[in-house]
């Protein structure tokens, strides 16, 4: 079924139906609502009404999908810039201000409303504001999907077992975990029947053809680097021996996946030819099949709506339910909407929160606020930004918090919000003395108008030719461990050449003037899972729900700078092996310590602790989480149950990143999807047992 949908390339108009507001009637009432239409709820929203109940799936932004950036799989730096489909969000990583405000890329707000990037304010605008670190989300149906950068890979098993040792719910062990997996993938690169992958799901993973990039690295003097990495896994280096380092499965049952070192396929969420495959496939099939799914677009949900409580027979007070949400319809009414006319208004990381409150005015004069009901229940996947500000909206979270507001208390729930978790990330980048090291590219790239209106190369790419008909490279990832004595993994690594990535910024989605003499090895800490970890917040700037949070992270682990600091020094070891190669070395480094001939004499000024700083100013971030989060009985941080159930309430549930106690390490969207089929099959348990999320 999936399978011949995704070939036919399916894009069934959405059914947009306009509840009238008022009083809660046919038409407006629904089995389900889920607010959010990205991994978390799109998922859940199909499964739900392909099983017969009626869903009304709410999205605040519109449909992007006849976008070049977010169909073309390697324009996701674009799509997460483009401002159709993005959330400006500017956070702040550290409490220490000499830490928080040196970053290279901190982002300022000019008096005319533009942006400023750099340490230091506009010189000609003593005006500006201070925003903080740019950290752009998805603001489209798909949600992040539909602009990340497809990477693809699973969470380790120890992930999975431990939310079921956390809870005591044993069916989030990996065993079971792992059928959602294979019930959702398309394999494309694996032999059909290969243990533990799926070849008939709706969610397309493909991979560069490790012989085709092969024959490109034979071109270039990259094939010595290349060849120094798998030297110093201990692989072969010879082409075969290289080929199959590149096809081995990193997505493998293998027990000793997690534990296994070395070079492994990358794959991506997108086509073969580099469509990106998306949670909206899921949506286009619930419609083609008529299942009762009601998907409105441009509705920005503004509250959670409850009934009156009642009394049971012990006498004491039952817990509220949910019984459908208040949103506003209207273009780009949030104001972490670069299109809304507010939107300068109200964005900075660090500005002092009023108390008052304040009245839900929005952006747009166009906008019309009704109200829609759940017959079963609501359940809220808007992400782990904006869930935890909704239900604070809504009356539930810290006390102390709302009452500074004057929100009315209906849960006291002091974990909502806190507990917030990201994957540390940097790179180490070197300029080889071999002027340009890139592999030869596409006969036809140099007609690329990559992100332009006119880009003669996706009009190749919709006829299935051209530079962008193909997967991004390389078709490798590199898994290691930062200290011997781990038992797993923890440090995922991939080369970029010639640009790299420095984090994000207004503007980092255009080519930063990088040389072709550039390597670097990129590299994402996986969250440690531990009790005690340290955590960030996500607090309300006022109770205008149109308002954007405040959002810290505190950074300060010790084992996340550590980590990045190991993985810094593996990439320094391999490119200072080849300080004598005649055709690349020697390497000279240019971040974190600029001027470092790498292989070569010490150098003073580039020591463990000068890494570090660099590490801990520069750090940057994309996978925020756990601000809603699934935790143990007794746990009064524990927002959720192991079934997804906002505790302290009835018929109200969370499914998004929000909802996990830890980073679905090291690329989240597998981990989310899998939970969210998860939650789907818990949620129409319940339904056919009689129950609804109470």
Known sequence: MFTALLAAGLSTALVVAAAPPGSRNH?????????????????????????GYSVLLLEAGDDQRQNPNTTIGSNFLLATEDENARWDFFVRYHAD????????????????????????????????????????????????????????????????????????????????????????????YLPEGTPGHGFDGWLQLS????????????????????QKIAETFGHGTSQTDLILRMGADVNSVDPGRDEQEGMFTFPWHHTPLNNRTN??????????????????????????????????????????????????????????????????????????SSSSSSSSSS???????????????????????????????????????????????????????????????????????????????????????????DDPCAEMWLNGTGPYAAPPSPPYLMQWKSNAELERNDLTMWNQQPEIFRGFFPGFSQPQGDLNSTFSFAMVHHTPMRSGRRGGTVKLRSADPFDVPEIFFDFGEEDDLQALYRGVQFGRSVLGELHDDV?????????????????????????????????????????????????????????????FRVRGTRGLRVVDGSALPWVPSPFPIIGQFMASLKAAEVILADAERGEDGC
């Open 583 to 643: 055709d690349i070395g020697p390497f000279i480094e240019f971040q974190p310590c600029a001027g470092v001939v790498l292989g070569g004499a010490e150098v003073r000024n580039c020591t463990e602790e000068s890494t570090k700083a660099f590490i801990r100013r520069q750090v940057y971030s994309h996978h925020a989480s756990s601000t809603a989060a699934i935790g143990a009985d007794g746990d009064p941080l524990a927002v959720l149950d192991s079934q």
């Open 27 to 51: 038409s407006n009432t629904y089995d389900y609502i889920v607010v959010g239409s990205g991994p978390g709820g799109a998922p859940v929203a199909s499964h739900l009404s392909r099983n």
């Open 207 to 226: 991979t560069p053809n490790p012989q085709a990039y092969m024959s490109r690295l034979n071109q270039s003097a990259q094939l010595t680097v290349v």
């Open 363 to 453: 952006s747009s004069s166009q906008q019309v606020k009704t109200q829609a009901y759940a017959r079963r229940e609501v359940i809220i996947s808007a992400g782990a930004f904006n869930t935890p500000q909704l239900l604070k909206l809504s009356g539930i979270g810290p006390a102390s918090e709302l009452s500074s507001f004057n929100i009315p208390v209906l849960v006291d729930a002091p974990g909502v919000g806190a507990n917030l978790q990201d994957d540390w990330e940097i790179s180490i980048a070197a300029h080889s003395a071999n002027p340009d090291i890139t592999l030869p590219s596409h006969p036809q790239a140099s007609q690329c108008q990559r992100g332009q209106a």
């Open 279 to 352: 949670a909206n496939f899921l949506l286009d099939v619930a419609l083609a099949e008529g299942a009762p799914l009601t998907i409105q677009l441009e509705s920005f949900v503004t509250k959670i709506l409850f009934g009156p409580r009642s009394i049971n027979k012990t006498r004491s007070t039952s817990p509220p339910r949910a019984i459908g949400v208040e949103y506003h319809r209207g273009k780009s009414l949030y104001r972490a909407d670069p299109r809304s006319s507010s939107s300068s208004s109200s964005s900075s990381s660090s500005s002092s």
């Open 97 to 188: 201000d000499q830490i928080a405000h040196a970053h290279n890329y901190f982002t300022w707000r000019r008096s005319d409303g533009s942006y400023h990037v750099g340490r230091e304010g506009p010189a000609d605008d003593p005006g500006a504001s201070r925003l903080g670190i740019y950290y752009p989300r998805s603001g489209t149906l798909g949600g992040c999907s539909m602009h990340n950068a497809g990477a693809s890979v699973k969470p380790q098993d120890s992930f999975w077992d431990g939310i079921a040792n956390l809870t005591g719910d044993h069916s989030w062990n990996h065993t079971n975990m792992q059928r959602y997996f294979e019930q959702f993938e398309n394999n494309t």
